[in-house]
Nanobody
Framework: QVQLAESGGGLVQVGSSLRLSCAGS????????MAWFRQAPGKEREFVAAITWSSGVTRYVDSVKGRFTISRNNAENTIYLQMNSLKVEDTGVYYC???????????????WGQGTQVTVSS
């Protein structure tokens, strides 16, 4: 079974940057596509960004385009989310996710991490 572990969350001011990491096991051999989701207080979990494990193709939700960058390091079984120009509305719990399918990892991931809190204050 795939296990995912996020890190890098914290409390920052608007306009600041954070870099989230997600370390997993088994992605190099499966292979698994990876994604980031987030859940703001009182709202449903939403898709943020995704990346294929083999080719590095990426996709982003419109609200983070130009500010967030998803990347990968296959040798370390790790993906990252570089978040720049953070806004208050970026606040939420960020989750790492995985699924063999490209569409499914963006909609109904098979595996989830425990989540890491990102709080952006004005």
């Amino acid at each position: 079974q795939v296990q995912l572990a996020e890190s890098g969350g914290g409390l920052v001011q608007v306009g600041s940057s954070l870099r989230l990491s997600c370390a997993g096991s088994g992605r190099s051999g499966t292979p698994y596509n990876m994604a980031w989701f987030r859940q703001a207080p009182g709202k449903e979990r939403e898709f943020v960004a995704a990346i294929t494990w083999s080719s590095g193709v990426t996709r982003y939700v419109d609200s983070v385009k130009g500010r967030f960058t998803i990347s990968r390091n296959n040798a370390e079984n790790t993906i990252y989310l570089q978040m720049n120009s953070l806004k208050v509305e970026d606040t939420g719990v960020y989750y790492c996710a995985a699924h063999p399918g490209w569409l499914d990892v963006q909609t109904t991931p098979r595996y989830w991490g425990q989540g890491t809190q990102v709080t952006v204050s004005s």
